[in-house]
């Protein structure tokens, strides 16, 4: 499987996911500002993935800083910080990667600068490493969920590359397979960007994984023909009460799953979780630009002048999961209760 995101000789190297699957190419960032236009553009996208790439950010924005002592290195740090955190709204992943390097920082504030911008070097590769060992354990437990011969429904993309490697949806297909369970799955095309179409389908093809494209307006059909036993998505960011902000279109798969009686699995790292806010209305969601939906590939869909609405996340109230599969176990309602008691 292709590298999402690493370090290779002082750079953060990404896979250009606007180009895939079409063209196969590498994306060299140099800079925390280089970093945050790779976020916004979506080369790099999926909340666990941002997450990483904001920690790498962080790390080059350190580089960067020349200063006398820690008190001048660390206010640099924020205000590099405070930019990189404007990228993107929703995945909380990029909150909760900045903030565990600033952490950092001022945990190691004894260090020389020059050791302190090494340790903080090392922290985001143990943020990348940590994120796949999470992407591993959440396919654990998740695959207990799973049963030999499910045809499994996903929305978007949450394979490995919206992660550093092996994907939360996906992860959880691939450690079901890797069971030895015969699976297949439906995946959503997900406009108006088409992650599913472009990016889960490629990666489970990679795989020989069994997948099949529909567009997302297919989905209530094949329920209906009992053609879905099983929902898993993944999350940019779970409230305490259990609500799921999710790419797009993903609360009406939930309210479907609902009406067909099919269980609805979110799968999420604990870093996705945001226990600040009681509920899925305090979550940001993002607005992006209009060409995204008046465009396929460049070309014009929409008459000019047309008037767009571009949300590129909803809301799944908890009422509509089944269950949350997370790194450190499964959680079932009340989820206020059970995310707290995971997320320790
Ligand atoms: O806009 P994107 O492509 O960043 O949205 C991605 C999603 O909504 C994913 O489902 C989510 O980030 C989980 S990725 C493991």
Not at 237 to 247: L, S, T, Y
Not at 287 to 314: C, L, Q, W, Y
Not at 322 to 329: E, L, N, Q, R, V
């Amino acid at each position: 499987m292709i590298k999402t995101i690493e370090w290779v000789d002082g750079v953060v190297r990404m896979i250009d996911q606007t180009r895939l699957p079409t063209e196969k190419v590498f994306v060299d960032c140099r800079t925390i500002e280089e970093v945050s236009l790779a976020i916004k553009t979506m080369i790099i996208r999926g909340a666990p993935a941002i997450g990483v790439a904001a920690a790498m950010g962080v790390s080059l924005g350190a580089e960067e800083i020349l200063a006398e002592d820690f008190a001048g290195f660390y206010s640099q740090l924020e205000k590099k910080c405070a930019e990189l955190a404007r990228s993107r709204p929703t995945a909380v992943n990029l909150a909760w990667g900045i903030a565990r390097m600033k952490r950092v920082a001022s945990d190691n504030k004894d260090l020389a600068l020059p050791d302190l911008k090494k340790r903080l070097r090392r922290e985001s590769q143990t943020i990348c490493d940590e994120d796949i060992a999470a992407n591993q354990a959440m396919g654990a437990f998740g695959q207990t969920l799973i049963a030999d011969g499910n045809n499994v429904l996903t929305h978007c993309n949450a394979g490995a590359l919206a992660t550093a490697g092996f994907g939360t949806a996906l992860g959880v297909i691939r450690a079901s397979v890797n069971a030895g369970k015969k699976i297949s799955v439906l995946a959503n095309e997900t406009r108006p960007f088409l992650q599913g179409a472009r990016l889960t389908v490629w990666e489970l093809m990679e795989d020989n994984i069994p997948v099949k494209l529909i567009t997302d307006s297919m989905a209530g059909h094949f329920m209906q023909k009992k053609q879905v036993d099983v929902v898993v998505v993944g999350a940019d960011r779970i409230a305490a009460n259990g609500d799921v902000a999710n790419k797009i279109g993903t609360y009406m798969v939930a309210i479907l799953a609902k009406n067909h009686n099919i269980p609805f699995y979110v799968a999420a790292p604990i870093s996705t979780l945001d226990l600040s806010l009681a509920s899925g209305e305090e979550i940001p969601i993002e607005e992006r630009s209009a060409d995204e939906v008046t465009t396929i590939n460049n070309k014009r869909m929409a008459p000019e002048g047309a008037m767009v609405a571009h949300p590129a996340f909803d809301i799944t109230p908890h009422q509509l999961v089944t269950a949350i599969i997370t790194d450190k176990g499964i959680a079932l309602p009340p989820f206020t209760e059970t995310l707290k008691k995971l997320a320790g």
